[in-house]
């Protein structure tokens, strides 16, 4: 049972690797990148932020390095938007939203339950968790010497701390591990999600 | 006596910690961010050049992260921004000009002992306790997408060097690591300000 | 006779950081930096693909951390730019790509051999090897505020990809590790030399 609840996110988790490689090979289509230069986006934007979680929990090799299976995700995604980017372009930008809401979600849950296997205080867990989720959006915006979206843009970063802050008190007040999860993800999925339909946005200082 | 000074260490540490949040705040402020975009500035500047430190000699997860307090300072550093900027805008650049100073002297010599603990050579101590120090600027630059001001600016990662440099040759030499510590930081802060008073820079190429 | 092969290829190595070196550093004169700024750049340049493969795959503190000749040799590639810069500029172009390409073979052989020891996947290997080559370039572009040239330029990345692939493959069919070595570094460096020498460029995405 539990070793089919593994596998399963074991899939999710490759699959948000798939998708968020296909929207940082997307960015790059707008900056006039060579094939070559999708890819390293395409990687960097869906491996980069679990890879500096690895790095800061001392999980060596990321996993995303001892696992064959995210690199070639990494790849094919970068593949799919050279070959098919007129499709990739025409997928309505609310279909798109909705996947990487849920990419966001799985990574920050992710992020910040790895952290508490390392037993870092829960506020750090909770920054690991935004960490994985947002990290390789920032990468690929500082590859493209661009002001990350995650400083300035809509609730997005925000969702991904308010998910793994749910996740991380529920399981300090004892509720299981798989349901605090759920919580947490549906936290962050929902934030994220309604967050652009009604076009909330961070406070400024003006 | 030794628990004493570790821990006056320790409160002067989680200071500079706040005030380097403090600093990378504010340069939020002029570029139009959100409060979250504020918070991870703030972050960045304050612990990124320790944590940087830990990833390369080894020590994770880093101190900034096994330690809740640093996240509060970063936070808190942020909140005082975001609440208070205009007290903060008002403060003196002078005032604050020293107080930086002050941290950054903290940093170097901190860094560049935590090197020599793990038994680098002396010149790549030197080197780390530059990156502790002068690190988390440059990563708010990269993030705002600037060149960082320690590849162009005036004496700031080289006060930095230098009071590494006294410390580590002091060491050397069989002085003991208070004594050593303590004149390497009055040599950076010193030269950091008397810099700033006196409009010293370093050589350009023409 | 293996001690042999070992030192010269130490030599080569610093000889490739050297050479690095002084190509960072001579970026940094076209953005007007202080002489301070052109040795970060050096350092980054010149050892920072080898301290983000390390890091990646466990190596800590990384090699160009443990041995000071790294840093000697960064400082000094600056210096050279400092002193000589007029010097440095009549260096005919197709000398010093001549010599970068024979730096970036080594680099990516090097990186792909050390990811082969700690057993990751062929496929990671030869990425880590393309970022033992193409990081330290990476980081100078992130530093200086602009897109990474791997992202967009001729074969440069492109090249040390192939050289890695060569020889990763080659091992995996059981050929001794120096001709492998010396198989794939020649391809990546007739690879380059080639793609600039015909105008070679990657596909793009119009």
Redesign the interface.
Known sequence: MQSRAARLLYFVDLAGTLLFAIEGASA??Q????????T??A?CTAVGGG?IRD????S???NA????RY??MAIGGAAI??FF?PLVRQTPANLLMVLDAAGLSLFAISGAGKAML?E?????AI??GAITGAGGG?IRD???????T????DVY??AA?AGATVMVVLRRLGVSPVVSAIAGGLICFTLRVVSVWRHW?????H
Not at 31 to 36: A, G, K, P, Y
Not at 55 to 58: C, P, S, T, V, Y
Not at 142 to 148: C, D, E, G
Not at 201 to 205: A, E, G, H, T
């Open positions: 790059g289509i900056s006039e990148l060579d094939v070559l230069g999708l390293v986006l990687f890879i790095l800061l929990i001392g060596v090799p990321p390095l001892r696992d064959w690199s070639a938007v050279f980017h390392r870092l205080p829960p506020i750090n920054l690991l920032t500082v590859l493209l010497a661009k002001v990350p995650v400083l300035w843009s970063a925000a701390l946005s961070l406070p400024w200082v």
